[in-house]
């Protein structure tokens, strides 16, 4: 059972019915098939209108849509040969954090990424996505790993931040992202990132001080949560639509600041629609970055990252 | 007796008149951990440390400077030029209006200050971030010129020193605040490369993406008696767990606990443990800096009571610094 979103009601009311009369058609009348089609092209153009304007507010729905694919799936659906590596040979695995070694379309490459997880007990066991320190020095682990054998590293960034908690405050949360960011940048392998769906504050850009850094068409990425900012700044919760639109968190608003490089097209309807496209797309898209960045040494990769960082804010305004 | 010396003090009483805070000589304020009711000179020319409970009140960033520096002698370095409300942004205030307010209230500009001079006989830039300037947060601007100070260490064969205090990222630039903590660690990673060593304190508060990037990079991490310091807010934790958060949780003695911080020292300690770092770190092949009459010369350290400072041996020195900060003016364990 497809969840639908608050302003899906044309397409939830089209897809229930296109639903019921496939479910009519086994029974083998004609015209049945005609009603299916006629109703489909309704679809596919409602489909085409509500994704063609999203506002910031309901792409943060869609970022955060329960059916919409995660790090496992293009793990599973990108990456052969795959074996994930687990901890950070220091405190715990943690399974918000998910990384390891395998080929991507010919090359070996370190993978990580933020798992959500899928149903209810899943998402529990992943805390959502919200990784702690031990989630953040595993990934370093995994980068130092990739330097050390020229592997380029791939970040798949999907989490609302870094877990909030006592005890990731006591291992040193701050730490461990400043620490992250550091390494990010001083990699001298190719290190390619793709938000493919929320880009939480702090906890995202620990994995996405990249080359080269892609977001999903329907993804977000932010300092704080709409709903964080708005509580701070509107003193009510309630103006999370007004402090998403304010704030500039989506693909095409990043990509108009400069901040990310290249926006991946979703299928219609938004990659929850079709889990399978979204994956090859992104796919596509890393296969691209990659055979850009191959061969270029270590020093000059360092060096065109940090100009890239540089260069951000400064470009905008007086 | 004051542990300030007589030279500094007419300096600080200078840096007070011309800060940000306009409060009159004759006003008394309460200090927030034990309430007690301080005379706002006495207060001041203690740095801000409370007389009655020792703790460490929030402090302005010109006294914060005077403090370390040799002859509380240092030069303001203008801040470079940086877009202003880059997303043209707009809460229930205009952005522009909040930081003109800033601006008016505290003088400054932004909410950092860049100083150029010597502690310990040798080249130091620090950067204090000014807690008084919309929370010290770190936008576009802030991020421009922690670059550029870092850039004038280098230039100046400096060593860096940064005071932190700040609530975080500036959330009205939005995405570009949270590109400053990228920004920020090429600063330090171009301070490191130079072979130059990067100081970081951490005073009250410190938390969010400037915790989460430059503060923690330090190649010492220095923090102050009770400090706030963390990364997720402690409402916003509170909030998520559903349960009242430790006693102590997120100060300095707390991180100092868990290894998140070399030491904390007293604020009145503040200058001799970076003029320790500074020449420890940047001149290996010395004698000892604080042993007997080896002080390096043009040095003059704050007063202290002598019950707090000299060690056992009978020599000049004083004892080892500790992780745990020991207030001078107190009794004190020498081993
Ligand atoms: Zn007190």
């Known amino acids: ?318 | 007796m004051s542990w300030l010396s007589n030279v500094v003090r007419p300096k600080l009483r200078e840096w007070v008149g011309a800060g940000s805070r306009s409060v009159p000589d004759n006003l008394w304020e309460k200090c927030p951990a034990c309430e007690q009711m301080i005379f706002h000179r006495e207060l001041e020319s203690r740095l801000r440390v409370c007389p009655h409970c020792d703790h460490h009140l929030r402090l302005g960033v010109d006294a914060r400077l005077g403090m370390i520096f040799d002859d509380a002698a240092f030069e303001t370095v203008a801040l470079p030029k940086a877009p202003v409300d880059p997303l043209k942004f707009r809460d229930v205030r205009k952005y522009p209006d909040r930081l003109k307010e800033a601006q008016t209230r505290t003088g400054r500009s932004e909410a950092l200050i860049i100083a150029n001079g010597q502690i310990g006989a040798l080249p130091a830039v620090a950067v204090a971030l000014n807690f008084d300037f919309m929370g010290g947060s770190m936008g576009v601007a802030v991020g421009e010129s922690f670059l550029a100070a870092a850039r004038l260490a280098i230039e100046k064969d400096a060593t860096f020193i940064v005071f932190c205090a700040s609530g975080g990222a500036r959330m009205q630039e939005g995405i570009l605040s949270l590109m400053q903590m990228a920004r920020t660690t090429i600063a330090v990673q171009l301070v490191r490369e130079a072979g130059l060593p990067y100081l970081a304190i951490l005073t009250d508060p410190t938390t969010g993406g400037v915790s989460a990037s430059f503060a923690m990079l330090g190649d010492v991490t220095i923090a102050e008696p009770g400090a706030v310091i963390g990364f997720a807010g402690a409402r916003v934790i509170e909030q998520t767990i559903r349960e009242s958060l430790p006693a102590g949780f997120q100060k300095a003695e707390y991180l100092l606990e868990h290894g998140m911080v070399d030491l904390i020292v007293h604020r009145s300690a503040m200058r001799e443990a970076l003029v320790r770092l500074n020449t420890l770190l940047r001149r290996p092949r010395l004698e000892p800096i604080f042993a007997s009459a080896n002080e390096p010369d043009g040095e003059e350290l704050p007063e202290v009571p002598d019950d707090g400072l000299r060690g056992e041996r009978g020599s000049e020195a004083p004892p080892a610094l500790h992780a745990h900060p020991q207030p001078v003016g107190e009794d004190r364990v020498v081993e």
């Open chain 1, 1 to 318: 059972m497809r969840t639908f979103l608050d302003f899906e009601k044309p397409i939830a009311d089209l897809e229930g019915k296109i639903a019921e009369l496939r479910h009519l058609s086994s029974t083998g009348e004609i015209n049945i098939a005609e009603e299916i089609s006629r109703l489909q092209v309704k679809l596919d153009a409602s489909l085409k209108q509500v994704y063609g304007k999203l506002s910031a507010w309901q792409k943060v729905q869609v970022a955060r849509h329960f059916d919409r694919p995660h790090s496992r799936d293009y793990l599973t659906g990108l990456i052969d040969d795959f074996v994930a590596l687990a901890g950070d040979k220091a405190f715990a695995e943690d399974p918000a954090m998910i990384g390891g070694i395998g080929r991507f379309r010919g090359r070996t490459v370190i993978v990580i990424g933020q798992e959500k997880g899928a149903d209810t007990e899943d998402r529990i066991r992943h805390n959502f996505g919200m990784a702690r320190p031990e989630g953040y020095r595993k990934a370093q682990r995994l980068m130092r790993l990739a330097d050390r054998f020229a592997l380029p590293v791939i970040t798949l960034v999907d989490t609302p931040g870094a877990y909030p908690g006592v005890d990731a405050e006591a291992r040193g949360q701050a730490e461990a992202i400043a620490r992250s960011i550091d390494i990010c940048l001083g990699l001298g392998v190719p290190i390619v990132s793709v938000v493919i769906g929320e880009g939480g504050s702090g906890g995202a850009i620990a994995l996405a001080a990249a080359d080269r850094v892609m977001m999903l068409e329907h993804a977000v990425y932010s300092v704080i949560s709409p709903e964080g900012c708005a509580s701070i700044l509107w003193r009510d919760g309630e103006q999370a639509k007004t402090a998403a639109q304010a704030m500039k968190m989506t693909a095409e608003d990043l990509k108009e600041l400069g901040i990310i490089d290249r926006i991946v097209a979703e299928p219609l309807g938004g990659a929850h629609r079709a889990p399978e496209l979204a994956v090859a797309a992104v796919g596509d898209a890393l296969a691209e970055a990659l055979d850009e960045l191959a061969g270029r040494d270590a020093d000059s990769l360092r060096q065109e990252r940090r100009m890239k960082f540089l260069r951000m804010g400064a470009q905008q305004g007086a």
